[in-house]
Every structure is written in structure tokens, then in C-alpha cells.
């Protein structure tokens, strides 16, 4: 399946993975500083949250193709049992 998102909806994932982005450089500076292990992991947890969401949200814009698709006639020739493997596979790499 490709990638398709709206324009409002790639632009805030965008925008999440270059938080998280800038984040984990944070991060990458912090230890090379020495900063405090709270401060690091505080860090970290931000940017795996901003990692999350955009996961999420892309996740949540394939599970709207893929109800499209179902609807107007699989793509690919998928069936119904394959759609569902597929959508579990990629709920369960995020988890």
C-alpha cells in the first residue's frame, strides 16, 4: 500500500517526525555533555511519544484507504482475511 495522506495530515506528521528529530539531537548533545540521566531520559520519552503519534497517524490515515479499498473492490486482489493480517501487522509493529 502506498502512502497517501491528506495535505493537512502529512504536514502535522512532517512536523512530528522533525520534532522528534530535533529531539533525539537533543538528546545525542545532552549525553555528550554529561547532562543529568533524568534530564536525558525526559528527552527521550518526548521524542518516542512524537515517534508514536506519527506512527499513529499514518497508521490511522491506512486504515481509512484500506476501508475505502474494501469498499470499492480490493486492491491487488487482497482478500478480506489478508486486509486484516495486514492492518494487525502494522498495529502490532508500533506496539
Given at each position: 500500500m502506498?502512502?497517501?495522506?491528506?495535505?493537512?495530515d502529512l504536514?502535522?506528521?512532517?512536523n512530528r517526525?522533525?520534532?522528534?528529530?530535533?529531539?533525539i539531537?537533543g538528546?545525542?548533545?545532552?549525553i555528550?555533555?554529561?547532562?543529568d540521566?533524568?534530564?536525558v531520559v525526559t528527552?527521550?520519552?518526548?521524542?518516542?511519544r512524537a515517534?508514536d503519534?506519527?506512527?499513529?497517524?499514518i497508521i490511522?490515515?491506512?486504515?481509512?484507504q484500506?476501508?475505502?479499498?474494501?469498499?470499492?473492490?480490493?486492491k491487488?486482489?487482497?482478500?478480506?482475511?489478508?486486509?486484516r493480517?495486514?492492518?494487525?501487522?502494522?498495529f502490532?509493529s508500533?506496539?
Amino acid at each position: 500500500m502506498e502512502l497517501e495522506l491528506e495535505s493537512g495530515d502529512l504536514k502535522s506528521v512532517l512536523n512530528r517526525l522533525r520534532r522528534a528529530q530535533g529531539q533525539i539531537s537533543g538528546v545525542i548533545r545532552m549525553i555528550e555533555e554529561g547532562r543529568d540521566c533524568a534530564d536525558v531520559v525526559t528527552q527521550l520519552a518526548a521524542a518516542s511519544r512524537a515517534l508514536d503519534r506519527a506512527g499513529f497517524a499514518i497508521i490511522a490515515s491506512g486504515l481509512q484507504q484500506c476501508v475505502t479499498d474494501a469498499e470499492t473492490g480490493r486492491k491487488n486482489g487482497e482478500d478480506a482475511e489478508q486486509l486484516r493480517s495486514r492492518l494487525e501487522r502494522l498495529f502490532l509493529s508500533l506496539a
